[in-house]
């Protein structure tokens, strides 16, 4: 349009000014009311997110524990298992040794070695107390084997006059009473006794009864040391075997206690890694809580801020948000926890920004309709209006065929502003010379329009002035906040 374009600041009358501040009052009111809401509902999912994760605590606590019980009891009954059936062994040889023990007496008593002398007597009692103790948690090898020895050892000459045959018989069974592992024990003295059987047997025959005579004390000997021998190796095999038994029982034991540990150890692990998983699970169900709680209403604040013509908020809303859906798209739980408080955050100053631009929008809205009214009364045909968020762009026509285009918007401080576009009244130049333009008429028609502005108490319009205005004004720069160009 031709002709520089006209502006003027409107303020607000006292009696609006009370208005839209009760108006300001109470979008306040409702935007706390909202966040209050907001917050409860935000406290009531922590306290039931507080109260699962307390459960699934106990759940899994009371779990750690029974498998630790079973743990426990399965190690206790593995180990009770093994020292019974040790003991069962130890029992069963140790019945078994007391029972040689006893056919040795048996034999001695048999075999002509009776007697005070030979403390047989003494010798069936300390059997008959050991067989006693049998059975108990006491370990009786040893005293069993020392036992035997004493049997195995007991003097045992043959009675004067005895059959050779009968002597070199008894000799024989003492020989193998020695025991079938006499020859491991005791190689030398088994040969040696073999060695003398085999001569004495070679001396039975008739006419060596002085050379079968004289070697029964050799051979007498010879058995009795043998004995005792193979009983003293026997008894220190039987306690190099327990020893060993013993060992292999505290092995046991250790191993038992290791597994312990290691178990142990892998419950840890397990028990770690499920707090870091409920933990991240935690954190990602706080996070969509909350973004659930704000996703309408951040939603809603998007399209109002486009609206109202503040894309720079709008894409400041989106970008918070989209941080929250990648961190839980990404199952980054912390981030995802800070990316929802910082998008509440921009939320809260979102709602205030938009209250303000609300309010802004109300006051040009109702501007423009007393704008349109005064237009009327002077005579203008309203033609139509555009909305531009930040904006309102009204069209006017008079009879005489001038146009004008009346844009209402806000300056950077929030006050009002008109500007005018003219085309097609006289007074208004194409080009306006150097001196400034002269549009006496023009002016004087806006000014009636804004007395018509200030009659209805709501507004109250500057001084309209415009580029190269002559004295009659004030003259002064356009407003730096309308793209002019933008909004014709």
């Known amino acids: 349009m031709s002709g520089s374009p006209k502006y003027s ?42 109260r699962e994760a307390a459960a699934r605590r106990e759940r899994a606590r009371a779990e750690a524990e029974r498998g630790r019980e079973e743990t426990a009891q399965r190690r206790a009954a593995e180990l009770a298992a093994h020292t019974r059936r040790l003991r069962q062994d130890q029992a069963g040889a140790e019945a078994r040794g007391l029972a040689e023990v006893r056919r040795l007496l048996v034999r001695a008593r048999g075999g002509g070695q009776a007697g005070p002398s030979a403390g047989l007597d003494s010798l069936e009692a300390a059997l008959a107390r050991l067989e006693g103790r049998l059975g108990g948690t006491e370990q009786l090898g040893g005293a069993i084997e020392e036992l035997r020895g004493r049997v195995v050892g007991l003097p045992g000459r043959p009675a004067p006059g005895a059959d050779r045959a009968a002597v070199l018989a008894g000799f024989e069974d003492r020989l193998a009473a020695v025991g079938p592992d006499a020859p491991g024990y005791d190689p030398e003295g088994r040969r040696h006794c073999a060695e003398l059987l085999d001569r004495l047997r070679a001396e039975s025959g008739p006419g060596a009864a002085t050379t079968f005579d004289a070697l029964l004390g ?12 193979v009983a003293d190796r026997h008894r220190t095999a039987e306690q190099t075997r327990r020893q060993a038994e013993e060992r292999a029982e505290e092995q046991a034991r250790e191993l038992a206690a290791a597994r312990a540990e290691a178990q142990e150890a892998q419950y840890r692990r397990a028990a770690a890694e499920k707090a870091e998983h409920e933990r991240l699970a935690a954190a990602l169900g706080e996070a969509a809580d909350r973004l659930g709680i704000v996703r309408r209403t951040v939603a809603d ?96 026509e008079r009879p005489s065929g001038a146009r004008y285009e009346t844009t209402v918007a806000t300056d950077a401080d929030g006050g009002s502003v008109l500007v005018y576009h003219v085309d097609g009244e006289p007074d208004v130049a194409l080009y306006p010379p150097a001196e400034g333009a002269v549009c006496d008429a023009t002016e004087d028609l806006l000014e009636r329009v804004h007395e018509a502005i200030d009659e209805q108490e709501d507004f109250v319009p500057g001084e309209l002035t415009w580029d190269g205005k002559p004295p009659r004004g004030q003259a002064g720069p356009l407003p730096d906040v309308i793209e002019w160009r933008r909004l014709r």
């Open 9 to 50: 600041s409107v303020g607000v009358a006292s009696g609006y000014a009370r208005r839209e501040a009760e108006l300001r009052r109470r979008r306040e009111a409702e935007r706390r009311r909202q966040q209050e809401l907001r917050a409860a509902e935000r406290a009531e999912l922590a306290a039931r997110r507080a």
């Open 218 to 229: 050799t051979v007498e000997h010879a058995l009795t040391r043998h004995a005792l021998t």
């Open 301 to 396: 604040a998007v399209a109002e801020a486009h609206d109202l013509a503040a894309p720079d908020l709008a894409a400041r809303l989106d970008r918070a948000l989209g941080s929250v859906t990648d961190a839980l798209a990404a199952r980054a739980g912390q981030d995802a926890l800070d990316a929802v408080a910082t998008l509440e955050g921009v939320l809260a100053d979102a709602e205030l920004r938009l209250d303000d631009l609300h309010l802004a929008h109300t006051r040009r809205t109702d501007l423009a309709q007393a704008l349109q009214d005064a237009m009327l009364g002077e005579g203008f045909a309203f033609v139509d209006v555009d909305d531009h968020g930040d904006a309102l762009l009204l069209r006017f």
